[in-house]
């Protein structure tokens, strides 16, 4: 979760912590920050692709 933290900490400039930290940049009505807000996630692509 550290990483986490210190990750949201460097794009929105807060200094908060924990719960505080995350209803600040996820709550209210425009939150800072947003995750995916348009759906399902999409596989991120490992290594090379096999050729057909």
């Known amino acids: 979760m550290k990483s986490v933290i210190e990750k949201l900490r ?3 400039g807060l200094i908060d912590d924990g ?3 995350f209803d600040r940049v ?3 009505e425009t939150p800072i920050l947003t995750i995916n807000a348009t759906g399902a ?3 991120q692509p490992r290594g090379r ?3 057909p």
Do not use: H
Request: without cysteine; positive net charge.
């Open 10 to 12: 460097k794009r929105t």
């Open 26 to 28: 996820f709550g209210g």
């Open 49 to 51: 692709a096999k050729p």
């Open 41 to 43: 996630a999409k596989p």
């Open 19 to 21: 719960n505080v930290l």
